[in-house]
Protein backbone atom coordinates (compact mmCIF):
# COMPACT_ATOMS: atom_id res chain seq x y z
CA UNK A 1 0.00 0.00 0.00
CA UNK A 2 2.55 2.30 0.97
CA UNK A 3 4.65 1.58 -2.37
CA UNK A 4 1.35 2.71 -4.49
CA UNK A 5 0.78 5.54 -2.51
CA UNK A 6 4.28 6.69 -2.92
CA UNK A 7 4.39 6.04 -6.73
CA UNK A 8 1.45 8.02 -7.08
CA UNK A 9 3.22 10.76 -5.40
CA UNK A 10 6.04 10.77 -8.22
CA UNK A 11 3.41 10.78 -10.69
CA UNK A 12 1.60 13.57 -9.20
CA UNK A 13 5.30 15.55 -9.13
CA UNK A 14 6.31 13.93 -12.62
CA UNK A 15 3.44 15.14 -13.86
CA UNK A 16 3.58 18.97 -11.92
CA UNK A 17 7.28 19.11 -13.55
CA UNK A 18 6.18 18.96 -16.37
CA UNK A 19 4.04 21.67 -16.04
CA UNK A 20 6.77 23.90 -14.59
CA UNK A 21 8.88 22.39 -17.75
CA UNK A 22 6.11 23.87 -20.48
CA UNK A 23 5.77 27.21 -18.51
CA UNK A 24 9.07 27.70 -18.60
CA UNK A 25 8.59 27.19 -22.44
CA UNK A 26 6.36 29.24 -23.04
CA UNK A 27 7.38 32.16 -21.04
CA UNK A 28 11.14 32.07 -22.17
CA UNK A 29 10.91 35.16 -24.42
CA UNK A 30 9.18 37.31 -21.89
CA UNK A 31 11.73 35.95 -19.50
CA UNK A 32 14.94 37.01 -21.99
CA UNK A 33 13.25 40.50 -22.29
CA UNK A 34 12.84 40.35 -17.98
CA UNK A 35 16.90 39.59 -17.88
CA UNK A 36 17.91 42.69 -20.22
CA UNK A 37 15.91 45.13 -18.60
CA UNK A 38 17.38 43.87 -15.52
CA UNK A 39 20.99 44.10 -16.38
CA UNK A 40 20.04 47.51 -17.99
CA UNK A 41 18.36 48.37 -14.75
CA UNK A 42 21.62 47.70 -13.14
CA UNK A 43 24.07 49.31 -15.63
CA UNK A 44 22.07 52.85 -15.09
CA UNK A 45 21.96 52.63 -11.10
CA UNK A 46 25.87 51.61 -11.84
CA UNK A 47 26.44 54.65 -13.84
CA UNK A 48 24.05 56.58 -11.28
CA UNK A 49 26.54 55.77 -8.62
CA UNK A 50 29.52 56.45 -10.12
CA UNK A 51 28.22 59.89 -10.52
CA UNK A 52 26.93 60.30 -6.99
CA UNK A 53 29.77 58.79 -4.88
CA UNK A 54 32.42 57.84 -7.53
CA UNK A 55 35.83 59.43 -6.68
CA UNK A 56 34.42 59.98 -2.94
CA UNK A 57 33.52 55.86 -2.12
CA UNK A 58 35.98 53.03 -3.29
CA UNK A 59 33.50 50.59 -4.81
CA UNK A 60 31.88 53.16 -6.80
CA UNK A 61 35.62 54.34 -8.37
CA UNK A 62 35.16 52.18 -11.86
CA UNK A 63 31.87 50.92 -13.84
CA UNK A 64 32.92 47.43 -12.69
CA UNK A 65 33.09 47.94 -8.86
CA UNK A 66 29.84 49.41 -9.22
CA UNK A 67 28.46 46.82 -10.59
CA UNK A 68 29.83 44.51 -8.32
CA UNK A 69 28.42 46.67 -5.57
CA UNK A 70 24.96 46.70 -6.34
CA UNK A 71 25.41 43.24 -6.91
CA UNK A 72 26.00 42.84 -3.39
CA UNK A 73 23.50 45.56 -2.34
CA UNK A 74 20.87 42.58 -3.97
CA UNK A 75 22.57 40.42 -1.72
CA UNK A 76 22.86 42.14 1.07
CA UNK A 77 26.17 42.12 1.56
CA UNK A 78 27.02 45.97 1.22
CA UNK A 79 27.91 48.60 4.05
CA UNK A 80 26.40 51.40 4.36
CA UNK A 81 27.92 53.44 6.76
CA UNK A 82 30.49 55.12 4.10
CA UNK A 83 27.56 55.72 2.13
CA UNK A 84 25.53 57.71 4.97
CA UNK A 85 28.81 59.37 5.72
CA UNK A 86 29.62 60.63 2.12
CA UNK A 87 26.26 61.77 1.29
CA UNK A 88 23.29 61.48 4.45
CA UNK A 89 20.54 62.32 2.37
CA UNK A 90 21.33 61.33 -0.77
CA UNK A 91 22.97 57.62 -0.24
CA UNK A 92 19.51 55.98 1.27
CA UNK A 93 17.39 57.66 -1.28
CA UNK A 94 19.63 55.76 -4.20
CA UNK A 95 19.58 52.42 -2.09
CA UNK A 96 15.88 52.63 -1.31
CA UNK A 97 14.76 53.14 -5.31
CA UNK A 98 17.84 50.93 -6.25
CA UNK A 99 15.73 48.19 -3.55
CA UNK A 100 12.40 49.51 -4.77
CA UNK A 101 12.63 49.48 -8.63
CA UNK A 102 15.30 45.51 -7.95
CA UNK A 103 13.57 43.54 -5.93
CA UNK A 104 9.68 44.91 -5.62
CA UNK A 105 8.77 46.20 -9.27
CA UNK A 106 11.16 43.44 -11.19
CA UNK A 107 10.45 40.53 -8.50
CA UNK A 108 6.87 41.13 -10.04
CA UNK A 109 6.89 41.39 -13.27
CA UNK A 110 8.31 37.86 -12.99
CA UNK A 111 5.54 36.85 -10.93
CA UNK A 112 3.19 38.36 -13.18
CA UNK A 113 4.96 37.15 -16.16
CA UNK A 114 4.71 33.24 -14.67
CA UNK A 115 0.90 33.58 -13.78
CA UNK A 116 0.20 34.63 -17.39
CA UNK A 117 1.68 31.80 -18.66
CA UNK A 118 0.52 29.44 -16.29
CA UNK A 119 -3.30 30.92 -17.07
CA UNK A 120 -2.76 30.55 -20.94
CA UNK A 121 -1.31 27.10 -20.70
CA UNK A 122 -4.53 25.95 -18.26
CA UNK A 123 -7.03 28.15 -20.50
CA UNK A 124 -5.72 26.01 -23.54
CA UNK A 125 -6.10 22.94 -21.30
CA UNK A 126 -9.63 23.82 -20.53
CA UNK A 127 -10.37 24.49 -24.07
CA UNK A 128 -9.47 21.35 -25.89
CA UNK A 129 -11.03 19.53 -22.87
CA UNK A 130 -14.08 21.26 -23.88
CA UNK A 131 -13.66 20.42 -27.37
CA UNK A 132 -13.63 16.68 -26.62
CA UNK A 133 -16.49 16.80 -24.11
CA UNK A 134 -18.37 18.46 -27.29
CA UNK A 135 -16.87 16.15 -29.74
CA UNK A 136 -18.11 13.08 -27.78
CA UNK A 137 -21.35 14.34 -27.15
CA UNK A 138 -22.00 14.94 -30.64
CA UNK A 139 -20.85 11.50 -31.49
CA UNK A 140 -22.79 10.39 -29.07
CA UNK A 141 -26.24 12.05 -30.44
CA UNK A 142 -25.52 11.26 -33.56
CA UNK A 143 -25.21 7.44 -32.69
CA UNK A 144 -28.68 7.34 -30.92
Same mark, same amino acid.
Given at each position: ??????????? !? #????????? !??????????????????????????????? #???????????? !?????????????????? #????????????????????????????????????????????????????????? !? #????
Amino acid at each position: FLLIMRSILIL !K #FFRLINIFH !KVLYIALKNVLHFAIFLILTILIFALTGIIL #FGSRVLVFSSFT !KSVMALLAVLTRNMQYVQ #FQEVAPFVAPVYFIVFYGVTLVVLSRIVAAIFIRTMYELRRGRADQEQEELAHFLWN !K #FQEW
